[in-house]
């Protein structure tokens, strides 16, 4: 799916935004997902392309991977010789820490310095616990609590993951891979830059320049050749995408084309509309070379037994109870006004029913609450009849 791109079309509250936010779920936290309304990409300070392009590159992740020498085992032993700080004078902190570590086959204990013991301090790290500690940076990693470690203590109630002691000796080479994104990789080649910037006096840059994004693709492609990375194209979902003009258009159809490009998903409520800053008219405001690349799915207006079925699981998910009838006048209300209405009511609904003494909501909570707010028919309504009356 990578440079392609899909077009949610449908009226307001049809769950475009909800549909979304879904497939990121799906998707998974490993891989990025950004979020940015059309209406964004005016900001005061940065350049229109500027905030697409960094909203394009935090949707692109690179995995990286790298063998470390570590240290791993679980603690079967741990002493701490504390000393006061140097910072503090009245602080106490651990000073040095004696550790031992254990695999199923090899034992060994480490002396470790002051930074390494105030990780050890921090993390809370205790006997039974499997850890490594990265032998060159000193960075310590806790995996988890032992299973049946003995002579460690053990609590009824343990948050924490249990792991097996591994195996093979203490210290060994360990495969570690983490996710970050060409922005991540931008801001930080982009810093490196900056520093000898600085010295010549040269601090400008808000907006990364072409030459930064230039060579943290290199170095990417680069580390993809050597098989050290992975690329990991995430999803860019721009909401309201009418709201984007021209100019923004042609980038994102320029951005599709690129073979760094991640998944595109835009939204919309607009049908035949003017594409901004033109006078040309298309459907749903978007020009027809990047409608041509686009999967197009409509969203329709939700039946009542959908809107049901919503209610309930909104309700559920609010930890609320709420009795048939009350259902049933919810649900009245989502098919004559909105969805997201009559979702907003559930909240005050509750309130109301708690006011009353009652842990459910009846169909008076509801009516009771719809009496307090307007939704937007209502509103107009009010607006036109005091129409006179109002300030303009
Ligand atoms: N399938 C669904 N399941 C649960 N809640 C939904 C579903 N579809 C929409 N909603 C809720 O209905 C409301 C309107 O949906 P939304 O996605 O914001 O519509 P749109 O973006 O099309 O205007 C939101 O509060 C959303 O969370
Ligand atoms: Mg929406």
Known sequence: MTGKGVLLVGPSGTGKTALAYAIARELGKDTPFTVINGSEIYSTELKKTE???????????ARIKQVRPVYQGVVKDLKVKVGRSRINPYAVMPREVQITLATKDDERTLSVGEEVAAQIYQQGIRKGDV???DAETGRIVKEGRAKSFEGAKSYDIEVERL??????????????SFTVTLHDLDMNFAAQKLSFGLMFGLFTEREISDDVRRSVDEWVKEKINQGIAELIPGVLFIDDVHMLDIEAFSFLTKALESDLSPILILATNRGLTKIRGTDVESPHGIPLDLLDRLLIIQTKP??????????????????????????????KIGAQTSLRYAIQLIEPASIVAKRNGRQIITAEDVRYAAGLFMDVKKSINYVKEYESLMLK
Do not use: F, H
């Not at 905030?51 to 992740?61: D, N, P, T, Y």
């Not at 792991?163 to 570690?176: L, N, S």
């Open 302 to 331: 939700y039946s009542e037994n959908e809107i049901r079925e919503i209610i309930k699981i909104r309700a559920e998910e609010l930890d609320v109870a709420i009795d048939e009838a009350g259902i049933e006048e919810l649900t």
């Open 163 to 176: 792991v097996d002691i591994p195996a093979g000796p203490v210290r060994t080479q360990k495969e570690i």
């Open 131 to 133: 850890i490594w500690i």
């Open 51 to 61: 905030v697409l392009m960094q909203a394009v590159r935090k949707s692109i992740g």
